[in-house]
């Protein structure tokens, strides 16, 4: 399922914190947003997901505006995992998961051994199949998170929303989760804030900085060291990675602030040699 931003404001606290994002992700793609803290890269997935609407702009799944979808209907388009959860259940793990099965017709009764299984194997893809009898409460910040992506996956929409996923999982998980995401083949936008991995898992990627699209491109394209300069204010130095060969950036220091004490310096005449990918 395609999903086409348009022209996207939005408002948060009454001050405009998203100004004119268009962004297109063709179907089955992954597109990577990243941004400094408080960019509004949670903002636009809101916007994106249909949590909140925007002040002004559209998006569209498929073409249809989503603003004319039920919210069943956008329940089974689109699965959000938001950056913060409030869930301090003590639900058992997998009654949690099937929560993600209701957009497909279950009620309150009893689940169906198909949305059980379903919910199951969502488990043991995330490599969380141990816990499903475990309170949810009780579980640490990573095994939370890869439960929280097990009911997305659960959902089984054609698009997701995925609002820093990686939080709380130690490495392995990380590469794993962001694997996974790749492997189901759906439309994916999701923010991140390693910007390595965010290069080795998307097709995409979109840097906010003040609400605006700074860069959109490949990550080859839009990942180097004067736009890591100018917009976290961090020194980079960019090499290909010696195995597979991609764009992998060093950092190094904080370039040294304005004057004004607000935010990095206007970039300089990029210093480091920047060794290009093959
Ligand atoms: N509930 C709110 N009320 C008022 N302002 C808000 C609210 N939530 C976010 N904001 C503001 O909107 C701006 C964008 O926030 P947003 O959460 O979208 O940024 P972000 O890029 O996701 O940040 P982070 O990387 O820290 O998660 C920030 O300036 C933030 O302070």
Redesign the pocket.
């Known amino acids: 399922m395609r999903v086409d931003v348009e022209n996207l404001r939005a408002h948060?606290?009454g001050?405009p914190?998203i100004t004119d994002v268009s962004v297109s992700v063709p179907s089955g793609t992954v597109l990577g947003l990243l941004?400094?803290?408080?960019?509004?890269?949670?903002?636009?997935l809101r916007a994106v997901s249909g949590l909140a609407a925007p002040s002004a702009g559209r998006v569209r799944f498929d073409g249809t505006d989503i603003t004319s979808l039920g919210r069943k209907e956008m329940a089974r388009r689109v699965a959000v995992m938001a950056?913060e959860h409030s869930e301090e259940f003590e639900i058992p793990v997998l009654d949690l998961v099937l929560l993600g099965r209701i957009p497909h017709g279950r009620g309150y009764g009893r689940d169906s051994d198909h949305d059980i299984s379903f919910a199951q194997q969502a488990l043991a893809r995330v490599g969380a199949a141990h816990l499903e009898n475990r309170p949810f409460s009780a579980l640490s910040g990573g095994e939370r998170q890869r439960v929280l992506f097990a009911r997305t996956l659960t959902q089984d929409t054609p698009v997701l929303v995925l609002?820093?996923p990686t939080n709380h999982l130690d490495i392995a998980h990380q590469l794993e989760l962001l694997d996974l995401v790749r492997a189901t083949g759906r439309t994916v936008v999701v923010?991140l804030?390693d910007l390595n991995l965010a290069a080795r898992s998307c097709d995409a990627i979109g840097v906010?900085a003040e609400?605006s699209l700074l860069s959109l491109g490949t990550p080859d394209e839009v990942l180097h060291t004067d736009l890591v300069r100018s917009v976290f204010g961090v020194e980079s130095t960019a090499v290909a990675h010696p195995r597979s060969g991609r764009r992998h950036l060093l950092f190094d220091a904080c370039s040294p602030p304005k004057p004004n004490g607000h935010g990095p310096t206007n970039p300089p005449t990029p210093t480091e040699e920047e060794v290009t990918t093959p």
């Open positions: 948060r606290g001050r914190v941004g400094p803290n408080g960019s509004g890269k949670s903002t636009l950056q609002d820093e923010a804030h906010l609400g």
